[in-house]
């Protein structure tokens, strides 16, 4: 177990979440052979326009944990979903020497965040380029836990004082 090289957790949620993971990983050089971290990927959406094959070494799907379309729906849910997807989440753990998260969000990145920092493990949170008057919901729960928090509208820097402004990706 010692040998196994450490993995980068990469978690995004749908829409533009994904579409900002995208970006970053366009921008990342995640091939060079100095790049020693295995890259593993947790997401709940099947929408992603890269290939899976040459950026990870590993992909992991999750249900969604709320019902964007049914607020009942949701509630009734969200325990079934959530203990699913804490199996999931501690299977990667379990299987991957996850060395830090990175996550663009959202609520998909709430669990494995926390599960992250109870093993003293680095984490990045960057909120959504689509937020101009707050955070996310995720963005203000990850804020607390993160070990850096970035975001991408200068508008955001009273919401998060300890967080660091980024520019857009």
Same mark, same amino acid.
């Given at each position: 177990m010692g040998s196994r090289k450490k993995a980068l957790l990469i978690i995004c949620s749908e829409g533009g979440h994904t579409v900002q993971m995208e970006r970053l990983l366009g921008q990342l050089d995640l091939r060079n052979k100095n790049f020693t971290y295995d890259v593993v990927l947790l997401t709940d959406t099947k929408r992603l326009k890269i290939d899976f094959h040459v950026f990870f070494n590993q992909v992991y799907f999750v249900p969604q944990l709320r019902n964007k379309l049914s607020a009942l729906n949701s509630i009734l849910m969200l325990p079934i979903v959530f203990l699913h997807n804490l199996a999931i989440v501690f299977r990667i753990y379990c299987k991957w020497r996850v060395g830090a998260v990175l996550s663009t969000g959202a609520g998909v990145a709430i669990l494995p965040i926390i599960m992250a920092r =109870?093993?003293?493990?680095?984490? %990045? @949170?960057?909120?959504?380029? /689509? $937020? @101009?008057? #707050? =955070?996310?919901? /995720? #963005?203000?729960?990850? &804020? &607390? =836990? %993160?070990?850096?928090? !970035? @975001?991408?509208? $200068?508008? =955001? /820097?009273? @919401?998060? $004082?300890? #967080?660091? !402004?980024?520019?857009?990706?």
């Open positions: =109870l093993f003293g493990i680095k984490t %990045v @949170f960057i909120e959504t380029w /689509s $937020k @101009f008057e #707050g =955070l996310t919901f /995720s #963005g203000v729960i990850c &804020k &607390k =836990l %993160v070990t850096r928090f !970035y @975001f991408q509208n $200068k508008e =955001l /820097s009273k @919401f998060a $004082k300890k #967080g660091i !402004y980024a520019g857009r990706l």
